[in-house]
Every structure is written in structure tokens, then in C-alpha cells.
């Protein structure tokens, strides 16, 4: 008798330990089952934020409980900052929302920039596919030819929203390193800033490494272009040669300035959600971004498309993103003076 009603007492233990994570799991799938999330994209279509968006919203559904369809939404916009304030104000907070904008913004709340309506650390990180090298390449017919060249010639570089690294990253090169980049404003994602210099509009374009090997892989191979200088904390494995900016520095007050700016690129493709998504949802939005990582659908899809894939969990994506706010104040204002819209 006494072995029945300890072992009565043991499954109901059992029941109240697992009964719980069972409703959740199936709560979560109630919820998404028949349901669509909007994946905000905080630029035009053609670039490497947009491709990435795409092919996320292409197979995460599948790994998501309920199998919710995942609609894509453009929303370009001074350099993503209104598709995060959108996300961070309008949108449902249920988790029926996804984005993806500039890995420059928590650097850009922290720095008070202009139009800036959210709080970074907020947000609700889901994943991240890649880190976010960014390069600046010169047509062979303009005059920049060598990374010598940029600090004593003039060139004009094809650029978009004031926000985005495509202007960040030259703007800073200028600032700090005195380069002669000659921002044209204006154009409409880096597809059509691409084209400017393939016209001859202009001399050459900054954007991420992702978009120009899958726009036009064959401008490298044939000496189209030049990459003269890429942003990253170091050198990327398919670019050995080409110095960063931070190499390009000569005192080491410019070295931790840009170190601090191209902590963005550890950011990188990243995806999140509004602030106050329910708990269950938040984990089985970011176990579905894991398990979609390892998709051999998914990473076939990245191959062809020539891009990188390098993840981190949503865990680790919300600490580096709370770690922005940790650099010194003293750091913190150097960086500020010489930013774009830095308040």
C-alpha cells in the first residue's frame, strides 16, 4: 500500500514537473498553426540584408511549432531606423513579427542618432546568420586604383540612407583616417548603387561582401573592381590581402575609435522580434533559428547565393548587443565626434 501511494505521489510530481513545457510546446503550436509572420526588412530589395531576409523566411517556418508562414515586407528607410522603430513601437508583440536591419543600430541608440525611437537591448533577439564584413571597391576605370589613393584623391562613392554602414563605415574612414570619400546620397539600396558605378556615375560603392559576390561575382575575377579596404575586426579568409580600416590607423586612440564602430560586424545578419513576446514564444522562435542553421536546404540555398553563414544563438546575439553599452564614456564621446549622425 505504501509502495502504491509513493508511486501515486511520484507521477503526479512527474505530471506537475512535465505537464507545464508540454502545454507550452503545444500552446506555442496553437498559436502559430494557420498563421503568417511578418518579416520586416529595413531595406529595398537586392541587398545582402534583404537576400539573407529571404531565405530565412523560406525555411524557418518549418521549424517553427505550428508551421507559420513567414511574409516578407520591405520597409527601407533612413538606414533601417524606421523599420526598427516601427518594430519597436507599432508592431503586435505577440511574435508574429521578425526583422532585420542595420547591425549598426545599438551603436546609433547609444550614440543618440537622429529619428531613433527604440532601445536595442529591448528587442528580442532571435539569431544570427553571419557576421557583416563590409568593403570598399573602386571601378578599374576610376582614379583610385590603390588604398594609397583613397587619402589623395578624391572619389565619388555611390551611398544611400544616412543610417546604413554603406555610409557609416566611409563616414568614419574620413573622419578618422582622413580618406577623400565623396558620399552621392540618394540611391536606392546597393543593387542601384552598383549600378551607378557600373555606369560610371560614380567611382565606387561600400557595402557588405555578401551583396557584391552575389550581385556580381565575376567584378572581382575579371578586375572589374578593386577592393581596397574592408571593415571588420579582421581581415576576412577570402580577402588575406586587403587590409582593414583598423590596419590603416596610426596612432592607437584611431585604432580603439574604429575597433568600437566595427564591433557592428559581430552583430552582423541578425534577426529579432519586438520587445514583450510571451516566453514560449521567444525560445521556440530561437531553437527553430538553430535548427534551421543546420537545414541542408537552407545552407544549400546560402552557397548558391554565395554568402556566409556563420550563426550565433539568440542568447548570445542579446548579450553582445547589451554589451554595447558597456564601452567608457571617454571612448564612447571620441566615437561620437566622429560618427554620422551621432546625435
Known amino acids: 500500500m505504501m509502495k502504491s501511494t509513493w508511486a501515486g505521489l511520484w507521477f503526479v510530481s512527474l505530471a506537475i514537473v512535465v505537464a507545464p513545457d508540454a502545454g507550452s510546446a503545444q500552446a506555442v503550436e496553437t498559436f502559430y498553426r494557420g498563421k ?6 529595413g531595406y529595398p530589395p537586392g541587398g545582402s540584408n534583404d537576400l539573407y531576409a529571404r531565405i530565412v523566411a523560406r525555411h524557418l517556418g518549418k521549424h517553427v511549432p505550428g508551421n507559420p508562414t513567414i511574409v516578407l515586407r520591405n520597409m ?37 542618432a537622429g529619428g531613433v525611437k527604440f532601445e536595442s537591448a529591448k528587442f528580442t533577439w532571435i539569431g544570427r546568420a553571419a557576421s ?39 563616414t568614419v574612414m574620413n573622419n578618422v583616417l582622413g580618406t577623400k570619400f565623396n558620399l552621392v546620397m540618394g ?55 586587403v587590409p582593414t580600416c583598423i590596419d590603416l590607423a596610426k596612432t592607437e586612440e584611431q585604432k580603439q575609435i574604429l575597433r568600437v564602430v566595427m564591433s557592428s560586424v559581430e552583430v552582423g545578419k541578425m534577426f529579432f522580434s519586438t520587445p514583450g ?58 566615437v561620437k565626434k566622429i560618427y554620422p549622425q551621432g546625435g
Open 132 to 170: 557583416a564584413v563590409n568593403v570598399s571597391f573602386f571601378s578599374n576605370t576610376s582614379p583610385i586604383q590603390t588604398a594609397a589613393d583613397m587619402f589623395t584623391k578624391e572619389a565619388k562613392m555611390a551611398a544611400t540612407g544616412a543610417g546604413s554602414t554603406v555610409v557609416v563605415y566611409p
Open 36 to 41: 503568417s509572420i511578418d518579416m520586416i526588412v
Open 187 to 241: 540611391y536606392r539600396g546597393s543593387g542601384e548603387a552598383m549600378l551607378a558605378l557600373d555606369r560610371g556615375e560614380a567611382d565606387g560603392h561600400s557595402t557588405s561582401l555578401d551583396a557584391l559576390n552575389a550581385e556580381h561575382p565575376d567584378w572581382i575575377t575579371n578586375g572589374r573592381v578593386r577592393i581596397l579596404v574592408q571593415y571588420g575586426l579582421e581581415r576576412h579568409p577570402l580577402l588575406p590581402d
Open 76 to 112: 527601407p528607410g533612413a538606414g533601417s531606423i524606421v523599420a526598427a522603430n516601427y518594430i519597436y513601437n507599432i508592431a503586435p508583440k505577440d511574435g508574429t513579427v521578425l526583422g532585420i536591419i542595420s547591425p549598426t543600430s545599438p551603436l546609433d541608440e547609444k550614440l543618440g
Open 277 to 334: 513576446v510571451p516566453v514560449d514564444r521567444v525560445e521556440a522562435l530561437r531553437r527553430g533559428f538553430d535548427e534551421m542553421m543546420k537545414d541542408p536546404d537552407l545552407i544549400a540555398d546560402v552557397e548558391k547565393a554565395r554568402m556566409d553563414l556563420i550563426p550565433m544563438r539568440g542568447e548570445d546575439l542579446q548579450k553582445l548587443i547589451e554589451g554595447v553599452s558597456t564601452v567608457s564614456p571617454d571612448l564612447l564621446a571620441k
